[in-house]
Nanobody, 120 residues
Framework: VQLQESGPGLVKPAQTLSLTCTVS?????????WNWIRQFPGKGLEWMGA???????YYSPSVKSRTSISRETAKNQFTLQLNAVTPEDTAIYYC??????????????WGQGTQVTVSS
């Protein structure tokens, strides 16, 4: 299974960040959670949210009001939209597959990550 993030590397403040994760070697409609995770400069990982194989979504409370995760099964992709971005949203964004439950997820496949910078 391979995951690949794509999207703009630079976004202006107050705009919407849109990222796509393209999955190959396995269907996103099978039993797994498909996650978005980010890493701030010099800090640890922050889980943002996930969409399940059945289309159910989960979000971190810290970003829930600004985030939407969806999937396009025909393209085997899932997407992240983060609204009203600020420079504090500058991070490396990863997509990843996990199993288990949403609270005890175990990650087995990750994308390589994509740097997103929020700046005017």
């Amino acid at each position: 299974v391979q995951l690949q993030e794509s999207g703009p590397g630079l976004v202006k403040p107050a705009q919407t960040l849109s990222l796509t994760c393209t999955v190959s070697g396995g269907s996103i409609s099978n039993a797994y959670y498909w996650n978005w995770i980010r890493q701030f400069p010099g800090k640890g990982l922050e889980w943002m949210g996930a969409v399940t194989y059945s289309g159910r979504t989960y979000y971190s409370p810290s970003v829930k009001s600004r985030t939407s995760i969806s999937r396009e099964t025909a393209k085997n992709q899932f997407t992240l939209q983060l609204n009203a971005v600020t420079p504090e949203d500058t991070a490396i964004y990863y997509c990843a597959r996990s199993f288990g439950s949403i609270t005890t997820s175990r990650y087995d496949y990750w994308g390589q990550g994509t740097q997103v910078t929020v700046s005017s």
